[in-house]
């Protein structure tokens, strides 16, 4: 860390308190960027993801090491993107080093799949996130307690109104609001339910080493890291795939390995994600030539040590049986159980409450800046590209809030074969399931940017030099490749939808772009 500091520390421009050449307030600084990206990071998938983790490597060592290949992938990555940070501090981040990198067709095709689901279906999880968690403590903010009972629109499509969707959509219209109010009040929220997320999550790491500690879940999980236990099956993603490979676990082998821990990082690397966010801000932040990179490698590497921490005090406190088959995946509201009891349910609630609420703000406040930069290329919504009184991008934020909340409204209609009952599921859950693989293809593009431009600009200003370069780039994009492939053989119903969402993007761009020119 002493080396990114002394890299960074040789170009410290003084930027002031004021208005820049697009309108935007530089009044981010360290503490605040940093924030920003801790915030962004997390949100309930902590809680909760483990439990498939540890179902699908099949031993308590495998779940901790899925969580350290997610760790070194997160954190190589913000390293990374250090370089280009410091070179393009502009607003709409990613989206401006792929655009630099490439063309403006590879940046309008990250902004258009951030703003149809990466982004917006995010937001409305985390917000669904945040009433159903409040549902535990008053249960009758329930998700079939209707307001509006569903609409069905097709055979497998609805519409539905319940008292979690509206608490939901209640969230992202407040939050929404507040950041049009001006980057104070945003940065603000940010900050405080940053610091309270953090603290809960570091109480949590310390009531399950310290209280927690369970003598046989430590002889069980500790005594032999790597002794397989409920190893799921993992089948290949397709029907014409299940001839050519075999259904494997992870105690199959080193391809059952493989293809467990390819598997296993969807989830992980969910839960670590949107730590990019901050780079959407950078046209806010003060001395971002410094304050962007400090704050990607600080941020990221304080939510992974706590993030493996978390699993220790999981296995701590719980035999890997219980880590795997805990109710609802709610690891952390067994571990909490375990040690108070009933009232366990109660705290962790209130924790996730916490935590999802600040991670909405930053998810808010970040995206709405990469649309504003979409918009001043000519590549969206001409209105969008205009600064409030306040210096922040409202009508940005306002579609923005419109699109989730639409998102939180669409329900997928579920029909069961055998009795004919239907249930409802959640549209922004299958469209996050299928942007996983094109969120690794966009930062493996993102990231072999930064060779791209080592050869196209060799003498632009580089601040920041990416740390470990060539190394640790490659290494990043070496893994994301393996991980992209297993996905790709095992995962196939959840990817090629994936990558239709981002080509639908292809004719949009050339109508928005022909216009542009008109």
Same mark, same amino acid.
């Not at 999980?221 to 790597?226: E, G, I, P, V, Y």
């Not at 990179?293 to 706590?306: E, R």
């Given at each position: ?157 609805? $519409? *539905? !109104?319940?008292?979690?969707?509206? =608490?939901? #959509?209640? %969230?992202?219209? /407040?939050?929404? @609001? +507040? ?114 990179? $400090? *704050? !990607?490698?600080?941020?990221?590497? =304080?939510? #992974?040590? %706590?993030?493996? /921490?978390?699993? @220790? +005090? ?116 299958? !469209? ?87």
């Amino acid at each position: 860390m002493s080396d990114i500091r002394r890299e960074m520390s040789q170009s410290r421009p003084v930027v002031p308190e004021a208005p820049t050449d697009s309108g935007f307030v530089r009044s981010m600084g360290l503490f605040d960027s940093t924030t920003m990206v801790v915030g962004s990071m997390i949100g309930s998938g902590i809680f909760i993801v483990s439990a498939d983790i540890a179902r699908q490597t099949g031993s308590a060592g495998g779940l901790l090491l899925a969580w350290i290949i997610t760790g070194v992938l997160t954190v190589a990555a913000a390293l990374s993107y250090g370089e280009l940070a410091a070179m393009m501090p502009k607003a709409g981040g990613q989206y401006v080093y792929l655009r630099e990198s490439y063309s403006p067709l590879w940046g309008f095709l990250y902004g258009w799949t951030l703003f149809l689901v990466i982004q917006t279906g995010t937001i409305a999880a985390v917000a669904v996130a945040f009433a159903r968690f409040l549902g535990v403590l008053a249960p009758a903010i329930s998700p079939v307690a209707w307001i509006i009972p569903p609409i069905q629109l097709s055979a497998k499509y609805a $519409l *539905s !109104l319940s008292w979690q969707q509206f =608490i939901a #959509i209640l %969230l992202i219209l /407040l939050l929404t @609001v +507040a950041n049009t109010r001006g980057l104070q009040l945003g940065k603000l929220i940010q900050n405080i339910f940053t610091s309270a997320k953090t603290l809960a999550l570091i109480g949590l790491i310390v009531l399950g080493v310290l209280f927690g500690r369970n003598a046989a879940a430590v002889q069980a999980n500790f005594s032999d890291l790597w002794a397989f236990q409920g190893a799921q099956t993992i089948q290949p993603g397709a029907d014409f795939l299940r001839g050519l490979l075999p259904a494997v676990s992870a105690a199959a082998g080193a391809f059952g390995i493989l293809v467990a821990y390819g598997v296993a990082q969807v989830g992980s690397l969910f839960s670590a994600d949107a730590w990019n966010n901050v780079t959407f801000t950078a046209g806010e932040v003060k001395n971002p030539q410094r304050n962007v990179p $400090l *704050s !990607l490698a600080l941020g990221t590497g =304080i939510v #992974i040590s %706590l993030y493996v /921490l978390a699993n @220790v +005090a999981y296995l701590v406190t719980l035999p890997l049986a219980q880590v795997q088959s805990a109710p609802d995946d709610r690891v952390a509201t067994a571990v909490v159980s375990s040690i108070f009891g009933s009232a366990g349910a109660g705290l962790m609630a209130a924790a996730i409450m916490i935590s999802t609420f600040g991670c909405n703000n930053g998810l808010i406040l970040a995206g709405a800046r990469v649309y504003y930069a979409m918009a001043r290329d000519g590549l969206f919504f001409r209105s969008i590209a205009q600064l409030n009184s306040n210096h922040v991008p409202a009508k940005a934020l306002a579609l923005q809030g419109v699109w989730a909340s639409l998102l939180v409204l669409a329900r997928t209609r579920l029909v069961n074969p055998e009795t004919g009952a239907v249930s409802y599921g959640n549209l922004y859950g299958d !469209l996050l399931d299928y942007v996983v693989f094109a969120v690794l293809i966009f930062y493996v593009l993102t990231i072999f940017g930064l060779f791209v431009l080592r050869r196209k600009r060799p003498d632009a200003p580089r601040p920041y030099r990416a740390f470990g370069y060539p190394l640790v780039p490659a290494l990043y994009i070496v893994l994301a490749l393996a991980i992209m492939v297993v996905l790709i053989l095992y995962k196939t119903q959840t990817t090629w939808p994936g990558l239709l969402l981002v080509l639908l993007g292809v004719p949009v761009y050339l109508v928005w772009s022909r216009g542009s020119r008109l």
